[in-house]
């Protein structure tokens, strides 16, 4: 064996350093002198995260600029859908009956 073929046995022995299942390691900060661990968050946590900045994003996007900073503390898009509604008043025509 030559020595280039002992270091791919030995390279192909090593496992893979990625996150397994989507899952990623543990984090820890430093908060007020206090080490704090996050815990690992799932794929799914992930996409259900995404999936809800892009629906409040959308919802934002459609407010008058004049009106940007009164809405743009609200980080839930159901609270974000429900106080626009309470502001604006929405369509009496779309309204049901």
Do not use: C, W, Y
Request: glycine share 6%.
């Amino acid at each position: 064996m030559d020595q280039d073929s002992i270091h791919m046995v030995a390279a192909s022995k090593v496992p893979m350093l990625k996150p397994e299942n989507g899952n990623t390691a543990p984090k820890t900060t430093l908060m007020e002198g206090v080490e704090k661990v996050i815990p690992p968050t799932t794929a799914e946590e992930k996409a259900q995260r995404r999936l809800e900045l892009k629906a409040r994003s959308t919802l934002l996007i459609g407010i008058p600029n004049e009106h940007q900073l009164k809405f743009n503390s609200i980080k839930n898009a159901k609270s974000l859908l429900q106080a626009i509604e309470k502001r604006f008043g929405g369509n009496a025509a779309t309204k049901k009956t």
